[in-house]
């Protein structure tokens, strides 16, 4: 057995408070705050982490050090106890039966015989007896009894049954639990000093994703997208520490209380899917997709606390507590990895959408700074010749003239990937306009773009979202799509690229919005 401590981390003055914690907390006497305290550097100092981990370890070994050798020391001392008490007999009795025998021997000669009682073994004779007085000198007896004694013990030693001490176990480190596993990543780079992530991931497992996507299953179902950077432990299987970066969590039925822990405070979900931002500034963010979370600010037990709903948000502060803000439906973050590879590059005048709106009509999504864009459906199957469009590559100046002047070109059957542009200025008066202007490069080639309004209309029941409330012609809506009347001075512009992979515009709107449909090339 290797009795060496393990490494210790290089201790500071400022590790007194610290050491004293995790020694009274191995003992089982640490106080409740000083509990709350150690819990709090725990989850914030991972030198602090490291510092429990090797006490602990070396705590557990000095047990185990300490009750073999108390074990070995007290079979030996029962060993010596027995043998003292089984000599201590012998020579007792050995003493009554020289006793005994001498006695029987020393029968008096007359009357006047007498027994020195100085001493058991030493008989005198009276100074006017004549009677015959036979002596044992006392070494005689002594050396009898030494005798006797060893003759005992030998046997006693010879004849006790055999002690065998159990060997001195090996002292091995307890199985450490899995409680995650990774399940997928997309251009994921890990740092080398965190641990070294594989398939499953255990209990403890502190993970520095540099960049990229991870996707992780926790063994209760909970499903964790992190996005690099981001520092991240796994502390069970219904709950994981953020240190740094972001998440998306999407609950299901069997992890209910799933919890991420913050340096800001805690989100305990209550049935749904929500994400966690950390801003390098310090600000915590916390917002939700689907059912509700409990949101709180800190870890007192007073600590204050907020439910928030689905599409509602708050930012999450120990100091200030918890304040509702507005739901970003533009948040960068990834809430599946399929969505996440076709993710495309867009210019900074275009806001990714991670959470579809409820509402695409006029007033609902305002915006005089960006374009939105969303990812409507992935392998969309369609069954048959569809809606006018832009196919092929080059400049196209949209208004209602553009239908005539366009090749006749129609979307082919198949399995697409479908993307929605969505530009709605905040309102103005009928005279301004808004202009913005981007760039969307995709990962695979444009196959089609639908930007008439009655197609448009028509195409929302086979690839819209059923969620969302799409402007429809049917149902009065007007002012939507490329088509509107318009001069070529306010009219929008396409400019599809030689590979159709890349689509730059220029959107002009004021009480209309402008929308278009893009559909790609699917590919598994």
């Known amino acids: 057995m290797d009795d060496s401590p393990t490494n210790l981390p290089p201790l500071c003055p400022e590790d007194d408070g610290l050491i004293g914690w995790i020694i009274a907390y191995g003992d089982g006497r640490i106080k409740p705050e000083d509990l709350r305290q150690l819990e709090m550097r725990l989850l914030t100092d991972g030198r602090a982490r490291d510092l429990f981990t090797a006490m602990s370890i070396d705590q557990l070994l000095l047990h185990q050090i300490v009750n073999e050798e108390r074990v070995q020391d007290d079979m030996e001392e029962l060993d010596k106890q027995i043998v003292a008490e089984l000599v201590e007999k012998a020579l007792a009795d050995r003493e009554q039966h020289l006793f005994d025998e001498q006695s029987s021997k020393l029968q008096p000669v007359n009357a006047q015989t007498r027994i020195n009682r100085r001493s058991p073994f030493v008989h005198t004779p009276s100074e006017t007896s004549n009677t015959r007085v ?14 006797a004694i060893v003759l005992v013990a030998a046997m006693i030693y010879a004849f006790l049954p055999s002690r065998s001490i159990a060997p001195t176990p090996v002292v091995t480190a307890p199985e450490i639990p899995t409680v995650a ?18 398939g499953e991931l255990r209990l403890g497992t502190r993970l520095r994703l540099v960049s990229g996507l991870a996707e992780i299953r926790f063994k209760d179902n909970a499903k964790v997208i992190v996005e690099g950077p981001a520092t991240f432990t796994l502390t069970g299987t219904r709950e994981m520490r953020l240190s740094e970066g972001r998440l998306t969590a999407n609950i299901v039925d069997s992890s209910h209380g799933f919890e991420v822990a913050t340096p800001q405070g805690v989100v305990t979900d209550l049935g749904t899917e929500f994400g966690v931002i950390l801003d390098p500034s310090g600000v915590e963010t916390v917002q939700v997709y689907s059912g509700s979370v409990r949101a709180q600010a800190g870890y007192e037990p007073d600590a204050p606390t907020l439910v928030l709903n689905s599409s509602k948000a708050a930012s999450i502060a120990a100091s200030t507590g918890i304040q509702p803000i507005a739901f970003d439906y533009s948040a960068s973050l990834v809430r599946d990895l399929d969505t996440a590879r076709r993710r495309p590059r867009v210019s900074e005048d275009v806001a990714w959408l991670t959470a579809a709106p409820e509402d695409l009509r006029r007033g609902n999504l305002e915006s005089s700074k960006h374009a939105y864009l969303l990812l409507e459906n992935i392998g969309v199957e369609i069954p048959s010749q569809q809606a006018h469009c832009i196919a092929v590559p080059g400049r196209y100046l949209c208004n209602d003239k553009l239908p005539s002047q366009l090749p006749l070109h129609r979307l082919p059957a198949g399995r697409y990937d479908t993307y929605f542009m969505h530009f709605d200025a905040q309102r103005v008066p009928t005279s301004d306009r808004a202009t913005v202007t981007g760039e969307v490069t995709f990962n695979h080639p444009i196959a089609a773009i639908v930007f008439a309004k009655s197609e448009l209309s028509e195409l929302n029941g086979l690839v819209g979202r059923p969620q969302i409330v799409y402007p429809a012609e049917h149902a009065g809506d007007d002012y939507f799509g490329l088509d509107d009347p318009a001069p070529e001075s306010n009219a929008d512009i396409l400019v599809l690229s030689e590979d159709r992979r890349t689509l730059q515009f220029t959107l002009n709107a004021g009480q209309e919005i402008d929308q278009l449909r893009i559909f790609t090339e699917h590919h598994e």
């Open 134 to 147: 036979i002596v044992i000198p006392r070494a005689v007896v002594w050396f009898a009894s030494v005798a």
């Open 181 to 198: 596993q990774i399940t997928d990543t997309h251009i994921a780079v890990w740092e080398a000093t965190s641990d070294t992530p594989s």
